[in-house]
């Protein structure tokens, strides 16, 4: 229970870490602040997933102490959050592939036989559905936009495509948190993720890719090295100064 609670919690922190890296960025003030806004968003899905997985391990850690002394191989993220920002097109379809994952699997916590999962799903649905929201609209209005913006919507969708199996692809962890009724069946998430994808990818007239090989390991804590960087810049002050506050 408390690595799948830090798989939920590192998704969420390390995809806020780098929507975070667009503040004062972004192309236009108004996708500035709603990036920025996401981030927020996702930063507080995470606190309640890391609280949560220390008072399940019981040795005392905080939320704090999770997120800024693990190691790389101690976080159980997987591999598209974790993936550099690139440029806008970038940025969206990591978006718009995770928001698709985490709405069918936040919907499916809902049934959890967990009362605070249940409980922390039903909060963090309702921001979802609006990230999904978001992400969906710019895909479209990129995708079906001008010759550039098409374009580089379509190479950011071939990128970005091998990084998304990971997301639905259940191991030993998965299976047995399913068995025991407290996440949800990934295969179910498998199909609804597919038939959404396609479904905005045919709107903003862009192409599946046709590829079926799939990057993974990030769920058992292999990573690129991508996220040694983040860590490094997100985790510097408090390594730097233990247990300093604000």
Not at 43 to 72: C, H, N, P, V
Not at 134 to 152: A, M, Q
Not at 177 to 194: T, Y
Request: aromatic share 10%.
């Amino acid at each position: 229970m408390f690595e799948y609670l830090l798989r939920l919690g590192d998704n969420s922190l390390i995809l806020s870490q780098r929507l975070g890296e667009w503040c004062g960025h972004g192309p236009v003030l108004e996708q500035d602040i709603a990036l920025t806004n996401i981030a927020l968003d996702l930063l507080g899905q995470t606190r309640m997933y890391l609280t949560y997985a220390g008072e399940i391990e019981g040795k005392g850690r905080s939320e704090d102490d999770l997120a800024y002394f693990r190691d790389a191989h101690q976080f159980y993220n997987c591999l598209l959050v974790e993936r550099p920002n690139g440029d806008f097109g970038q940025t969206i379809a990591r978006q718009f592939f995770f928001d698709v994952f985490n709405y069918y699997q936040l919907k499916g916590l809902l049934n959890s036989t967990d009362q605070r999962l249940r409980e922390i799903a039903e909060k963090a649905l309702k921001e979802t559905t609006y990230h999904l929201r978001f992400s969906s609209e710019w895909v479209i209005r990129l995708g079906d936009g001008t010759e550039e913006s098409h374009t580089r919507m379509q190479n950011a969708i071939q990128t970005l495509w091998p990084f998304t199996g990971e997301l639905y692809t259940p191991d030993a962890l998965d299976l047995e948190m399913n068995a025991r009724g407290i996440a949800p069946d990934l295969q179910e998430i498998k199909s609804s993720w597919h038939i959404k994808v396609a479904e905005v990818l045919q709107e903003a007239t862009l192409t599946l890719p046709e590829t079926s090989w799939m990057q993974s390991g990030g769920k058992q804590g292999r990573h690129s090295e991508h996220l040694g960087f983040l860590l490094a810049e997100m985790q510097h002050i408090q390594r730097t100064y233990p247990g300093n506050v604000w």
